[in-house]
């Protein structure tokens, strides 16, 4: 099967479970038990900008910044409980909050693989506690989605790795979250939106959801 073919297959049984596509009323069903994930998109895009971020790390006051990191992460239905445990252990070791907040902010807003390692490096820093190792790729990517959801992606590994091999893309899969992996995942999915009929005019978020419903 051609890979135009794979994408439209996609499309297709989309269409199949939800005739009406985005105004199918199972689909909207769906996106309501969802809907506390577009809360953590305000609040990431109104509290993670460069002003506030540098202004919290030259002050030191980093309370409002751990705060809404908090937020974003129990508001995130792509995180599960666990991940969830694991980063609020995380963020209550007060010595990682400095240098998480100035990888955050580099990430968010300096994008790049030094950037990307730096961050997962920083998110790993408690690993020797099973319970508060946050570098996990749904922690790591969720802020990234949240804050730009047009440019970034959010990688939940079972499910993403499904959509690779349906597609017949290698997307350099490691457990441990990676630039070259992250690179992978955000160019299948902009290449799917930029193939699909369905998701040609949404955001990452919403495409992935498209392709994430159909394996």
């Known amino acids: 099967?051609?890979?135009?073919?794979?994408?439209?297959?996609?499309?297709?049984?989309?269409?199949?479970?939800?005739?009406?596509?985005?105004?199918?009323?199972?689909?909207?069903?769906?996106?309501?038990?969802?809907?506390?994930?577009?809360?953590?998109?305000?609040?990431?895009?109104?509290?993670?900008?460069?002003?506030?971020?540098?202004?919290a790390l030259e002050s030191g006051k980093l309370a409002d910044a751990t705060q809404a990191c908090r937020q974003i992460i129990s508001l995130a239905t792509t995180v599960s409980t666990f991940e969830k445990i694991a980063f609020r252990n995380f963020m209550d070791n007060r010595d990682l909050n400095q240098p998480f907040i100035q990888a955050l902010r580099d990430v968010l807003h300096d994008f790049g693989?030094?950037?990307?390692?730096?961050?997962?490096?920083?998110?790993?820093?408690?690993?020797?506690?099973?319970?508060?190792?946050?570098?996990?790729?749904?922690?790591?990517?969720?802020?990234?989605?949240?804050?730009?959801?047009?440019?970034?992606?959010?990688?939940?590994?079972?499910?993403?790795?499904?959509?690779?091999?349906?597609?017949?893309?290698?997307?350099?899969?490691?457990?441990r979250p990676n630039y070259e992996c992250y690179e992978a995942v955000r160019r299948m999915v902009l290449d799917f939106r930029s193939r699909s009929a369905v998701a040609a005019d949404v955001d990452n978020t919403l495409a992935q959801a498209v392709m994430y419903c159909t394996v």
């Open 1 to 55: 099967m051609k890979t135009m073919d794979r994408y439209a297959a996609i499309d297709a049984d989309f269409l199949v479970r939800f005739p009406g596509g985005f105004q199918d009323p199972d689909w909207i069903a769906l996106a309501r038990k969802h809907k506390s994930y577009a809360k953590a998109e305000a609040l990431c895009q109104r509290e993670l900008t460069r002003g506030k971020l540098d202004a």
């Open 113 to 175: 693989p030094a950037s990307f390692e730096t961050y997962v490096d920083t998110l790993a820093m408690a690993r020797t506690d099973p319970k508060a190792n946050a570098a996990k790729w749904p922690i790591v990517s969720c802020f990234l989605a949240c804050f730009d959801p047009q440019r970034h992606v959010c990688i939940k590994p079972t499910t993403v790795k499904k959509v690779a091999a349906r597609l017949g893309v290698d997307i350099h899969y490691q457990s």
